[in-house]
């Protein structure tokens, strides 16, 4: 807390007033403890669990025969060994998603048996080795199978824990015949998540699914954003101007807060080194909306000048240092490939009832 005051300070010398956050804020554990198991595998999500996230995050995709599973993206060249399955060459394909030509392996050219003889590895073997190790370990994971994990978690250590899907390329899986909304509110209530009090946050770059389930649950809804980019399913519109004040307010009618990438609230200045904060934090919370950052990282080569640790890319630097610099801006979560690096800067948990 000590270290947090002294940042407030800081940046209250430089004009910049911190907007505080009134609670803890959520750590998310993005893709699961990505920066020690391959992301978006039941052990990433066991050991981020495990380590004191509050939260895990799947990101979510439909196979051929309409099951949700955990995958980065749709295509899987990267994060599967399916290159290696010469049963599967001829799926090699390329597609526009959403505007952007890829090649590759899409899971919707895959029934969920034929997903399931694929093995997960590392996405990033060259900063993660470590990581890679864990390859071949572990399946695709299906929305079931984490929802059966974390209801066997919550009842092994005592406590809640909480979901944060992400809804991939909505529109295009909704043109495709293969909606994702409608079986990701499904299964979530049949395990019990309906209410706003209920851990569980559902997110998309996209605006028009979020509005469209708003009147269908009631759990928390959050727009994601990126600086220079704009929702894929609005033609025209940025980012930018949505998280203007006038964008924001028109964001509070059907969402509950933002997700934004954490240049959105301090940007890089020069020498690379953390700038002073936007106003963002403080817009949106004038507006009524939470601001959860995304993602903090621990090597070096995600880091600020000020927060790296040598010259070698893939070593681990002080990304707490920099997470505390956020939390002193008041944002109310944050998404860390690293929960330990994130306990280290917001502290533990605090002791709760036991979950029933």
Same mark, same amino acid.
């Given at each position: 807390?000590?270290?947090?005051?002294?940042?407030?300070?800081?940046?209250?010398?430089?004009?910049?007033?911190?907007?505080?956050?009134?609670?803890?804020?959520?750590?998310?554990?993005?893709?699961?403890?990505?920066?020690?198991?391959?992301?978006?595998?039941?052990?990433?999500?066991?050991?981020?669990?495990?380590?004191?996230?509050?939260?895990?995050?799947?990101?979510?995709?439909?196979?051929?025969?309409?099951?949700?599973?955990?995958?980065?993206?749709?295509?899987? #060249?990267?994060?599967?060994?399916?290159?290696?399955?010469?049963?599967?060459?001829?799926?090699?394909?390329?597609?526009?998603?959403?505007?952007?030509?890829m090649?590759?392996?899409?899971?919707?050219?895959?029934?969920l048996?034929?997903?399931?003889?694929?093995?997960?590895?590392?996405?990033?073997?060259?900063?993660?080795?470590?990581?890679?190790?864990f390859?071949?370990?572990?399946?695709?994971?299906?929305?079931?199978?984490?929802?059966?994990?974390?209801?066997?978690?919550?009842?092994?250590?005592?406590?809640?824990?909480?979901?944060?899907?992400?809804?991939?390329?909505?529109?295009?899986?909704?043109?495709?015949?293969?909606?994702?909304?409608?079986?990701?509110?499904?299964?979530?209530?049949?395990?019990?998540?309906?209410?706003?009090?209920?851990?569980?946050?559902?997110?998309?770059?996209?605006?028009?699914?979020?509005?469209?389930?708003?009147?269908?649950?009631?759990?928390?809804?959050?727009?994601?954003?990126?600086?220079?980019?704009?929702?894929?399913d609005?033609?025209?519109?940025?980012?930018?101007?949505?998280?203007?004040?006038?964008?924001?307010?028109?964001?509070?009618?059907?969402?509950d807060?933002?997700?934004?990438?954490?240049?959105?609230?301090?940007?890089?200045?020069?020498?690379?080194?953390?700038a002073?904060?936007t #106003?963002?934090?403080?817009?949106?919370?004038?507006?009524?909306?939470?601001?959860?950052?995304w993602?903090?990282?621990?090597?070096?080569?995600?880091?600020?000048?000020?927060?790296?640790?040598?010259?070698?890319?893939?070593?681990?630097?002080?990304?707490?240092?920099?997470?505390?610099?956020?939390?002193?801006?008041?944002?109310?979560?944050?998404?860390?490939?690293?929960?330990?690096?994130?306990?280290?800067?917001?502290?533990?948990?605090?002791?709760?009832?036991?979950?029933?």
């Amino acid at each position: 807390m000590k270290i947090r005051l002294v940042i407030a300070l800081l940046l209250g010398s430089m004009g910049v007033m911190p907007a505080v956050a009134a609670e803890r804020p959520l750590l998310i554990a993005h893709r699961g403890a990505s920066a020690d198991r391959p992301e978006h595998t039941l052990m990433a999500y066991k050991l981020a669990i495990e380590q004191g996230a509050d939260v895990i995050e799947p990101d979510l995709v439909s196979t051929k025969d309409g099951h949700l599973v955990a995958r980065h993206e749709n295509e899987i #060249s990267s994060t599967t060994n399916v290159a290696d399955h010469p049963e599967f060459a001829t799926r090699r394909t390329t597609k526009l998603i959403d505007g952007q030509k890829m090649e590759g392996w899409f899971t919707e050219d895959f029934t969920l048996a034929e997903l399931k003889t694929l093995r997960a590895k590392e996405r990033l073997p060259q900063l993660r080795p470590a990581n890679a190790a864990f390859d071949g370990q572990e399946s695709i994971p299906t929305l079931d199978e984490i929802l059966a994990l974390v209801k066997t978690e919550e009842a092994r250590l005592g406590r809640r824990v909480g979901l944060y899907p992400e809804t991939k390329h909505p529109s295009y899986f909704r043109g495709i015949g293969l909606p994702l909304e409608e079986p990701l509110l499904a299964a979530l209530a049949k395990a019990g998540y309906r209410e706003k009090s209920d851990p569980v946050f559902i997110q998309s770059f996209e605006v028009g699914n979020l509005q469209a389930i708003r009147p269908r649950t009631r759990l928390r809804l959050i727009q994601l954003m990126a600086p220079e980019q704009g929702p894929p399913d609005k033609p025209g519109e940025t980012y930018a101007a949505m998280a203007t004040p006038a964008g924001l307010k028109a964001i509070a009618r059907y969402a509950d807060g933002i997700g934004v990438e954490r240049a959105m609230v301090i940007p890089r200045g020069e020498g690379d080194k953390l700038a002073a904060p936007t #106003s963002l934090v403080a817009d949106a919370h004038t507006a009524g909306l939470q601001v959860h950052v995304w993602t903090f990282r621990p090597e070096n080569y995600f880091l600020p000048t000020e927060f790296r640790s040598g010259a070698d890319l893939r070593a681990r630097g002080d990304e707490a240092g920099e997470i505390r610099v956020f939390l002193a801006a008041g944002i109310d979560g944050l998404f860390s490939d690293s929960v330990t690096e994130a306990v280290k800067a917001i502290g533990p948990r605090p002791k709760a009832a036991p979950h029933p």
